[in-house]
């Protein structure tokens, strides 16, 4: 028999109780592969958040090319958060208050960098300060593709624990609270967080 998850995770006992469509919409907020969403649901229900965690890093793992592509697709550049979205601004805090020279020169960065590889400079921002993430960008830039995508597989993978331990903490994950949206989804709201707020 499975243990309950503790009081101090509803949203864990949320998720595993959910309708599989509303869990899906949740999962999704937090990363938009398919591939991912639907093996942390068939992998419900979760004792504690360690176990919803663990199945974060065993999905991770598997997922192709194309379904990472599906994961970064979810993500804005660094510099540029989704409006609406407090999720990513959260996350890119950092370069909230950097100077517009630092700005720019992200800008810069970004650029290059998803003409050499053809997708967004992906980084688990949270914590790192503006100028972290610059020089972040700038010794990635010189990476094979193949080295690049393992390194956004493992930052996906940190971003993806990040915003599951909030949604396992949250009363009422935020997509619950309104409908599925088209185009790359949010994630889910911190505990105390209204959905018209910001995160992911």
């Not at 599925?180 to 989804?185: D, H, I, K, S, Y």
Request: proline share 8%; aromatic share 4%.
């Amino acid at each position: 028999m499975t243990p309950s998850p503790s009081p101090a995770t509803p949203g864990l006992t949320w998720l595993n109780s959910a309708q599989e469509s509303e869990a899906r919409a949740a999962l999704l907020g937090v990363c938009a592969a398919r591939a991912w969403a639907g093996a942390l649901l068939e992998g419900r229900p979760y004792a504690t958040p360690e176990r919803l965690l663990a199945a974060n890093d065993a999905a991770m793992a598997e997922l192709t090319a194309v379904d990472l592509d599906e994961a970064m697709a979810g993500h804005p550049p660094i510099g540029r958060p989704r409006p609406g979205d407090p999720s990513s601004a959260r996350e890119q805090r950092g370069m909230a208050g950097a100077s517009e020279a630092l700005k720019a020169e992200m800008l810069e960065l970004n650029l290059a960098y998803q003409e050499r590889f053809g997708h967004v400079f992906l980084i688990c921002a949270t914590g790192l300060s503006g100028e972290q993430m610059r020089d972040a960008a700038r010794s990635r830039i010189g990476n094979s593709p193949e080295e690049e995508r393992e390194i956004v597989r493992t930052e996906l993978t940190k971003i993806n624990r990040i915003r599951l331990t909030s949604l396992a903490k949250a009363a009422r994950p935020a997509q619950a609270a309104r409908p599925a949206q088209t185009g790359a989804p949010s994630g889910p709201a911190g505990p105390g967080e209204k959905a018209s707020e910001h995160e992911r």
